[in-house]
């Protein structure tokens, strides 16, 4: 047990990679060795479910700043360990993500009858590597998780897709790579400057939070390098102009693919801008402040617009996710408690809204094996549940007060409110446009007469897809009524990360405002 | 305690929805019995009346100044230190509220009881029963809310339960496509609701209505100023956002567009959300922060005229509809502006007088039409109708309370609040006799156009086909669903006077529409009185005109009512000289029969716009550029790769060619340092 306790993360972390390879033994030529293999995931999943709550409570939301660390030697000569530690930041992503995977396991029962080793396979190796990403303390370690996530998803789009799933692998695989592979150069510069600077080679973040980096203007060094992982994170985000990958993986991609993508794979964006662009790069963060709220500006309201005119459901919700994701990134650069704690939370709502959005095409998907709206309309009548279902969701994406998403949008826009009160507007927009959206896309599927004869006879939702709802039903309420309980364990870490990563202000009033945009928008030039 | 007023409805909304959706929904929306679940959910709001009663007692045996009643339910949000942003769960409930938590609850449990004889033919009454409740809890939510972003929660829940009660017959596109739109044109306000509370918490650091109005008031006590370091345009921008809010809420132009629309719900919802309670938000927001809004010329300007000219408008579109229930609407947008035409001079207590007195009389004349319509077999032209007086004498009587006190003939209930609202407008220091002139052309339009709707409903000759004996009454009744519109195939209707589960909540509010006004006679105003603590006096424009001057203005505006009914009576008398007028004036007749193509206005100039740049956005960039741009980057490495594999011919004598060149070169080079 003491062990259990001192390696929590570790545990939580590889558990699913060692339970999926006994996995592999289950024969799965017959129905029952089929079945068992579903239930062993599905077993696993819920395991490791209930080791991230240990992470829950022996987190100390008042404590140091990371928390259940773990140091093992493993690259010496580059001055990167096995370290790994957690905040109240990333508190909630592991739990976001142990809470999703039986969810997705789950509604895969009969989404997936193919192959069913090796995707049950994946889908537990990508909850490991997802897992390692959000608790590694160590920026090559982190790399190494952030690849390793890369390859199950490639996969889980490429063999159990859709019709163009290998382009749509291809462009998800490459526009990723792209990115990662200038952050791993910015990684390595940043070690060797560790080693001109203080005398060894060193991956750690808390070394390279010493690192001394010239910033100030665009072009400086750390700008330059600030880039180098920006690029990285704003493609996973993803952050207008670099999502173009994600309606295609979306669409090609299985159900608990899809989910898993919204759910926890754009959050890696997020959190990467959290825990190391920003306090990495302060000085660059000031710099890019405004540009980058542009952008976000941009994505929320351009994604949904073009959410509004999409045919296909999981594209329109897909460009949703562009939308959505575009508050998480304006609050993240809104530089204030109120919006980081938004932007936070917008994470975690996105993964449960959408995520749920995704469950719901998906189980509509398999009754009529069509995603285009033109082929529903009056689907309430022959579907009551799924209907009261999706009509909950609906809100919780459009953020009615109540729901989770009002939460979040509504400290988001506050936030940015205060940086920037243009943009504030214009992000608001995203409030009228949100709901054009979504309540179209519900009309045209649910409601007016059943005009397709194959639509008459379909069936409501069975106890299993209820089952896979419910959990995420209540979370839509929980996280909108009381949105303190996540607060708490959050707070003491957002005030660490504003601290550290508004520290050069003196520099940051020495940025020249050069831009006239900049001088516009920015209440505080 | 105070938490229990909205928490009623809510448990009644739970009750009835968990029962529709594991019991109902789940066989296939088998039809069900709609007494129990009316039962159920007029109970709950019924419960929360009783105690908005309790409490409104509590508040009245208090000192005026002390009469407040609050309750934290929990922690909301809370963000950061002292500096962060701090938000709580609470109520707060003071002589302002407490007036509109009895309306709500009293005319909302009148409501309910009506809707249970309304829709005892409809498949699905728990859903429309739970519905019907969320709504009561949401609406209380708005009024109770100590802050405005509890405020905020009610306004958007109101809107969202009136959006699934629009909607409630979804089967028909029509209908679900004008729910869509109400929220849809509701959220446009909203979000400069939402930019107002931004605007109002960077300024002042909190959105707490006391903590507003403390910031208000200076140091010494009642003399309310801006508060230091905030400036005058900051007051008048935070004023007109949300103001823009209500122009949603409260259907005012330019966004009213959905509040016509809105009557392809079932009627009780018409009354319910869409006259009485909801729709009035938007006034009893601008009430509730007097104190900001009092501080502002300008934005009260825009108030002032905003409503005038609704009022106006609205009632010019309502002379030319024959459907019954949208002329209703457009009253009803119509006396909307009325209450905010008071606001913006700064009578809010006339404003908040008007709203309670509409909602007695225009949820009575929403009900009695829906009597009318039950009767009727789901007919809504009131060119088809006629003579219904002798047939249905209890809807007739009420109705015709309804009718006159809209109109605005003393001693009815809308004559004190209209008239009120008039006086203001004309004496106040905002007033102006330009805004006066509006409300009582206005005011004649009003007595008019409702004169014609009561003409031709109940006077004259019957001018549909009527089934001869009443032997098969209760079949036809019984078999008429109201989502299915069914008719008799030859359009021959037995007309019948509806049951007592209808008349009775009528008959309540004919009283009440009959004597409300009396709890603001001018002068003597109870209401005025009981308001003080919240609408100061000092916030009530001074009046500088001569009495006898009200008296005068009282007298035309009376008589302006009596020649509009008049006029009405004297014309529908003869079908044909209406018909001949029509017929002269066809062309202004048919823009005002068409709304002014304000729908096709702003279907052309934003809807279509906007879905084409989007799509024009997905196809031309998101496909054609960006995604060009990252296939190209493919296309560079492919090209290089092929280019580069070109020069690998594997033939010997390129390579002995290549190697000659660059021996030349190099030799060359070396010989006459060329290069």
């Known amino acids: 047990m003491d062990w259990f306790n001192s390696h929590v993360l570790s545990v ?59 140091l093992a030697e493993w690259i010496p000569g580059l001055g990167t360990s096995y370290s790994l530690g957690m905040d109240g930041i990333s508190l909630w992503l592991i739990i976001l993500t142990t809470f999703l995977s039986p969810i997705v396991i789950l509604a895969s029962f009969t989404a997936v009858e193919e192959k069913l080793r090796g995707y049950y396979f994946l889908l537990l190796a990508l909850e490991t590597g997802m897992l390692g990403a959000f608790v590694a303390l160590d920026v090559f370690l982190f790399y190494v998780f952030w690849e390793v996530m890369l390859i199950p998803m490639y996969f889980l789009v490429g063999i159990w897709g859709g019709k163009d799933r290998i382009y749509a692998a291809m462009k998800f695989f490459v526009y990723t790579m792209v990115g990662s592979l200038l952050m791993l150069v910015a990684i390595f510069f940043l070690a060797y400057q560790h080693k001109l600077q203080m005398g060894t080679y060193s991956t750690a973040l808390l070394d390279l939070y010493k690192v001394h980096i010239p910033g100030g203007g665009f072009t400086s060094p750390q700008s330059l390098l600030f880039m180098g992982f920006a690029l990285a994170f704003a493609i996973k985000v993803p952050l207008f102009p670099l999502h173009t990958w994600l309606p295609d993986a979306h669409v090609q991609a299985p159900t608990a693919g899809s989910v898993i993508l919204a759910g926890v794979l754009l959050k890696m964006g997020g959190y990467g801008f959290l825990r190391f662009a920003f306090p990495l790069f302060p000085d660059a963060v000031a710099t890019f402040q405004i540009p980058f709220m542009i952008l976000a500006a941009i994505a929320i309201v351009y994604g949904a617009w073009v959410a509004t005119v999409q045919p296909d459901m999981k594209k329109l919700v897909a460009y949703s996710s562009v939308s959505h994701m ?103 927009l995203g409030v009228i446009f949100g709901a054009v959206y979504m309540l179209w896309l519900f009309q045209r599927v649910m409601f007016g007469p059943v005009k397709n004869k194959e639509n008459e006879k379909l069936k409501d939702l069975s106890f299993r897809e209820i089952a896979v709802m419910v959990p995420l039903l209540f979370c839509i309420f929980w996280m909108g009524v009381a949105p303190n309980f996540f607060f708490r364990k959050m707070e003491p870490s957002i005030e660490r990360f504003l601290t550290r990563s508004t520290a050069t202000a003196v520099a940051r009033a020495s940025v020249p405002s050069s831009s006239s945009i900049a001088a516009f928008f920015s209440k505080k030039n | 305690m105070l938490a229990w007023i909205p928490l009623f409805p809510l448990i009644g909304f739970l009750i009835n929805g968990c029962w529709y959706a594991f019991f109902q929904a789940p066989v296939g929306g088998r039809k069900a019995h709609a007494t129990l679940p009316g039962i159920i959910a007029s109970l709950s709001i019924f419960a929360s009346f009783i105690l908005s009663l309790l409490l409104f007692l509590q508040l009245k045996d208090m000192p005026a100044e002390a009469r407040v009643i609050e309750q934290t339910v929990f922690n909301w949000m809370h963000i950061g230190g002292s500096s962060g942003f701090h938000l709580d769960m609470a109520f707060r409930l003071d002589s302002l509220n407490t007036l509109f938590t009895l309306v709500i609850t009293g005319v909302g449990t009148l409501i309910h009881i009506y809707s249970i004889g309304y829709m005892s033919h409809d498949a699905t009454p728990g859903r429309f029963f739970s519905y019907l409740n969320l709504f009561c809890f949401a609406m209380l939510m708005l009024v109770l809310g100590a802050s405005l972003p509890v405020l905020f929660l009610g306004w958007e829940g109101v809107g969202l339960c009136s959006y699934l009660l629009i ?144 009022a ?50 225009k949820a009575l004349l929403f009900l009695g039409a829906g009597s009318v319509i039950h009767g009727m077999s789901e007919e809504q032209d009131i060119t088809k109708m006629g003579g219904l007086r002798t047939r249905m004498p209890v809807t007739f009587a009420v109705f015709a309370i309804g009718w006159l006190a809209i109109c605005g003939l003393p001693p009815f209930s809308g004559f004190f609040s209209k008239d009120e609202i008039l006086w203001q407008a004309f004496s106040s220091e905002h007033g102006s006799i330009f805004l006066w002139a509006l409300g009582a052309v206005t005011a004649v339009m009003t007595a008019f156009y409702m004169t014609r709707l009561f003409y031709l409903t109940f006077l004259g000759q019957p001018r549909f086909k009527e089934v001869a004996g009443p032997g098969k009454s ?202």
């Open chain 1, 12 to 70: 939580v972390v590889f558990f699913p990679l060692v339970w999926a390879v006994f996995g592999l033994l289950i024969p799965t030529t017959n129905e029952s060795g089929r079945n068992a293999l579903k239930y062993w995931t599905l077993i696993g999943s819920l395991l490791t479910f209930a080791f991230s709550l240990k992470i829950y409570y022996a987190f100390q939301a008042n404590g140091a700043a990371f928390q259940l660390t773990e």
């Open chain 1, 326 to 428: 575009g508050y998480v990134v304006l609050g993240l650069f809104s530089m204030n408690a109120i919006g980081v704690t938004g932007s936070i939370y917008q994470m975690l709502n996105h993964g449960v809204s959408t995520g749920a959005l995704f469950l719901l095409v998906g189980m509509i998907y398999e009754r009529r094996h069509t995603r285009e709206i033109s082929d529903f309309g009056g689907i309430t009548k022959v579907m009551p549940i799924f209907a009261i279902i999706f009509m909950i969701v609906t809100l919780s994406s459009v953020a009615l007060p109540g729901t989770n998403g009002f939460v979040g949008e509504f400290l988001i826009l506050l936030g940015a409110w205060k940086t920037s009160p243009g943009l504030a507007a214009i992000s608001a």
């Open chain 2, 167 to 310: 909607g409630y017959w979804y089967t028909d596109d029509e209908k679900a496509s004008a729910g869509k739109k109400a929220f849809i044109v509701n959220r446009v306000g909203d979000f400069g609701f939402l930019l107002g509370m931004f605007l109002i918490f960077t300024t002042f650091g909190s959105l707490d209505f006391v903590a507003l109005k403390t910031a208000f008031i200076s140091g010494h006590g009642a003399l309310a100023a801006i508060p230091a370091g905030v400036s005058p345009g900051t007051i008048t921008a935070i004023c007109l956002l949300l103001f823009v809010g209500c122009m949603g809420k409260s259907a005012q132009i330019p966004l009213y567009v959905w509040l016509p629309d809105a009557m392809a719900g079932p009627t009780p919802v018409s009354a319910l959300i869409h006259a009485a309670t909801m729709v009035t938000s938007g006034i009893y927001m601008v009430a509730r922060l007097n104190f900001m809004f009092s501080f502002s010329p300008t934005a009260l300007g825009v108030i002032a005229t905003v409503g005038a000219f609704t």
């Open chain 2, 312 to 361: 106006f408008f609205a009632a010019t579109v309502a002379i030319a509809q024959n459907d019954i229930k949208k002329v209703l609407a457009y009253s009803t947008v119509s006396q909307l502006g009325y209450m905010f035409l008071a606001c913006g001079v700064g009578a809010y207590t006339a404003g908040v007088f008007h709203v309670i007195t509409h909602a007695f009389f």
């Open chain 2, 474 to 675: 209760h079949a036809a009744h019984d078999s008429h669903g109201h989502d299915s519109h069914a008719k008799p195939k030859d359009g021959a209707i037995h007309v019948h006077e509806s049951p007592l589960s209808m008349t009775g909540p009528l008959m309540v509010l004919a009283v009440l529409s009959a004597v409300g006004g009396l709890i603001g006679i001018p002068h003597m105003s109870w209401l005025e009185k009981w308001l003080e603590p919240v609408i100061p006096e000092a916030a009530e424009a001074a009046t500088h005109m001569v009495p006898s001057m009200e008296w005068v203005l009282m007298g035309v505006s009376v008589l302006g009512a009596v020649l509009g009914i008049a006029y009405a009576f004297n014309l529908y008398k003869d079908l044909a000289k209406a018909a001949k007028l029509k017929q002269r004036y066809a062309g202004l007749h048919k823009i005002l029969e068409n709304k002014w193509y304000v729908d096709e206005f702003y279907q052309g100039v934003i809807v279509r716009p906007i879905f084409n740049l989007s799509q024009a956005l997905w196809k031309n960039f998101d496909v054609a550029v960006i995604d060009r741009v990252v296939l190209g980057f493919g296309r560079v490495t492919q090209w290089t790769g092929q280019s580069a594999r070109t020069i690998q011919t594997g033939s010997i004598q390129v390579y002995a060619f290549v190697l000659l060149i660059g021996l030349v070169a190099s030799v060359g080079y070396l010989i006459y340092g060329l290069v």
